[in-house]
């Protein structure tokens, strides 16, 4: 261990960390923090995207300075019975465009990469190298932990930034296409138009299995470009699991993740949205939290995130039993009608589903009228434990 003793170390250079240190750079630029990411770059390979009603004047200026790919006319979604184009606008950051920022803004040296931690305490942490790093204050953000306390399934999936051979012609994101085979899950095709000739096309699963067969996502991928027209050349790609948590012991999953003075952020924290697997709104709010908070020390603010995952565990229990009756209700392959019914609501009620502030109005809405899953299969879900988490990763 060296002499050197910073006043911040966050494990874990995805999102969540990496927001963390950009908010705490711009509210207190004074602090000495350390970001240490397992990996090449921040970030990872990733892309997150997000409807722009979803953050507030705050979180927006948060993201402001990274280069984002926006869509101001809206986004379209297309069902086998019921097409719509809705005009709330969507953004999408690219890991790449996100470490830029972060080697930008951030103090140098700040950022080290390589760097996999091994343990964390109050004091400090130990890397795999052997290295130990002292910290006032440590933060773990270094992703989701299933667990058998936790039941759900998986969003699955896999993604193509290509370039087209010709205009694609699309000016509009399309955020779920579900007019393709659904092969036992919820699938739908997702689609960027990141210019005239550029477009990120990803297959996408509400899956039971965490399981992910590169090969047959990679041969469906093909062909619905091929049904398009769309040919190019391949500049990226990138593969994903993210948990969709529909239910659990929340406190005895957290108590397991605890480490005495260590605060949690991210997903490993529990903060995500249940239903959609959405972190980046999240993971900024957090990050303006700890940056407000920065002067706590370690024990406090470990402390203060946990009342905060508690409290957005209890606001969001309606998407679990929603996401319950998705994986639960009826066959795998007409999960897609779900979705199909909740596109027709009225949007500000969408948004608002997305932003995961629905209101009692809006609750009502998702739940009355002619179910899109059978009565006594949705009776069943709910009244079932679910399949652990843990079993399945």
């Known amino acids: 261990m060296t002499g050197r003793r910073h006043d911040i170390a966050i494990a874990g250079g995805g999102l969540s960390g990496g927001l963390i240190a950009l908010a705490l750079r711009r509210a207190r630029p004074e602090l000495d923090v350390v970001l240490l990411e397992a ?51 969507y953004r999408s950051l690219a890991s790449t465009d996100f470490a830029a920022a972060l080697a930008r803004e951030l103090a140098p040296g700040s950022i080290r990469c390589n760097a996999a931690v091994s343990t964390l305490g109050a004091e400090g942490l130990v890397l795999k190298s052997g290295e ?27 993604g193509r930034h290509l370039r087209t051979s010709a205009p694609h012609g699309l000016t509009r994101p399309i955020i779920m296409d579900a007019r393709v085979t659904q ?3 919820y699938r739908f095709v997702y689609v960027l138009p990141l210019a005239h000739d550029e477009l990120f096309v990803e297959d996408t699963y509400y899956a039971d299995s965490p399981e992910l067969d590169r090969r047959a996502l990679s041969g469906r991928i093909d062909a619905y470009c091929a049904e398009r027209g769309w040919h190019g050349e391949l500049l990226h790609h990138e593969t994903g699991v993210l948990p969709v948590v529909t239910g659990g012991r929340f406190k005895a999953w957290q108590q397991g993740l605890r480490v005495h003075g260590v605060a949690r952020a991210g997903a490993r924290a529990g903060f995500l949205h249940p239903l959609t697997s959405y972190t980046l709104p999240q993971a900024a709010a957090t990050a303006l939290l700890i940056a407000r908070e920065a002067n706590l020390p370690g024990e406090q603010l470990a402390a203060l995130l946990e009342g905060e995952a508690a409290r ?3 606001r969001t229990g309606f998407y679990r039993t929603l996401g319950t009756m998705l994986f639960g209700a009826g066959d795998p392959d007409q999960r897609y009608r779900i979705f199909e019914r909740f596109y027709r609501l009225p949007e500000p009620t969408v948004e608002r589903f997305y932003a995961a502030r629905s209101s009692l109005a ?4 998702v739940l009355v009228g002619k179910p899109p899953v059978p009565v ?16 399945r990763a």
């Not at 130990?132 to 989701?144: E, N, Q, W």
């Not at 809006?362 to 809405?365: H, N, S, T, Y």
């Open 39 to 89: 990996g090449e770059t921040p970030g990872g390979n990733h892309r997150w995207s997000w409807f722009a009603s979803d953050l507030g004047a705050e979180a927006t200026s948060l993201l402001s300075t990274m280069r984002t790919a926006r869509w101001d006319e809206g986004y379209d979604v297309a069902f086998p019975a019921h097409a719509r184009t809705l005009s709330t606008p």
């Open 376 to 391: 006594l299969g949705a009776m069943r879900a709910l009244l079932a434990s679910g399949a652990p988490m843990a079993e």
């Open 312 to 314: 957005h565990w209890a």
């Open 183 to 185: 092969h036992g899950a």
């Open 362 to 365: 809006d609750k009502a809405l």
């Open 132 to 158: 130990r790093i002292s910290a006032r204050t440590v933060i773990d953000c270094r992703g989701f932990e299933p667990s058998h306390y936790l039941t759900g399934g998986w969003q699955v999936f896999m």
